[in-house]
């Protein structure tokens, strides 16, 4: 099969990029979980509970969703997923930093991770594959 230029077919996948999509589509598995555990969970609590329960569990499914898109634009090197991939993560990073300042080592572990991420995403190599 021939491949026009830019296309991953004649570009060699970073492993890290391997590992990202691995993690990112895991990520989003997890959040679309949340989602729907947040739905039934709260639905116990009679109809208030129903109501947030419904918009909190609509949220988390709907970002799970874009964040499995997102993790296939980074697997086939799409420079728009990339981009969305950076943006969601410099905003991941501000609950963290919240997070840090209260000394929540939750938070601490995940702003470590953010900014390992925005790091990688921004190598030569890296950014290269997504053109």
Same mark, same amino acid.
């Given at each position: 099969m021939t491949? #026009? !230029?830019?296309?991953? +077919?004649?570009? %060699?996948? $970073?492993?890290? %990029?391997?590992? +990202?999509?691995a993690l990112y589509a895991l990520s989003a598995l997890l959040t679309i979980l949340g989602g729907v555990l947040a739905f039934g969970l709260? #639905?116990?609590? =009679? !109809?208030?509970?129903?109501?947030i329960g419904a918009v909190v569990g609509a949220f988390l499914v709907a970002l799970g969703?874009? @964040?499995? *898109? *997102?993790? /296939?634009?980074? /697997?086939? =090197?799409?420079? /728009?997923?990339r981009i969305l991939a950076i943006i969601l993560t410099v905003l991941g990073l501000i609950p963290d930093i919240i =997070? #840090? &300042?209260?000394?929540? !080592?939750? #938070?601490?572990? =995940? +702003?470590? &991770?953010n900014i390992v991420i925005l790091w990688y995403l921004? @190598? $030569?190599g890296v950014r290269a594959f997504y053109v």
């Amino acid at each position: 099969m021939t491949a #026009s !230029p830019g296309t991953t +077919l004649d570009r %060699v996948r $970073p492993r890290g %990029v391997k590992i +990202l999509t691995a993690l990112y589509a895991l990520s989003a598995l997890l959040t679309i979980l949340g989602g729907v555990l947040a739905f039934g969970l709260l #639905s116990l609590l =009679g !109809p208030l509970g129903t109501a947030i329960g419904a918009v909190v569990g609509a949220f988390l499914v709907a970002l799970g969703a874009v @964040q499995l *898109i *997102i993790a /296939w634009g980074l /697997w086939k =090197g799409r420079r /728009w997923a990339r981009i969305l991939a950076i943006i969601l993560t410099v905003l991941g990073l501000i609950p963290d930093i919240i =997070g #840090s &300042i209260a000394l929540n !080592p939750l #938070s601490m572990v =995940g +702003l470590l &991770i953010n900014i390992v991420i925005l790091w990688y995403l921004f @190598q $030569p190599g890296v950014r290269a594959f997504y053109v």
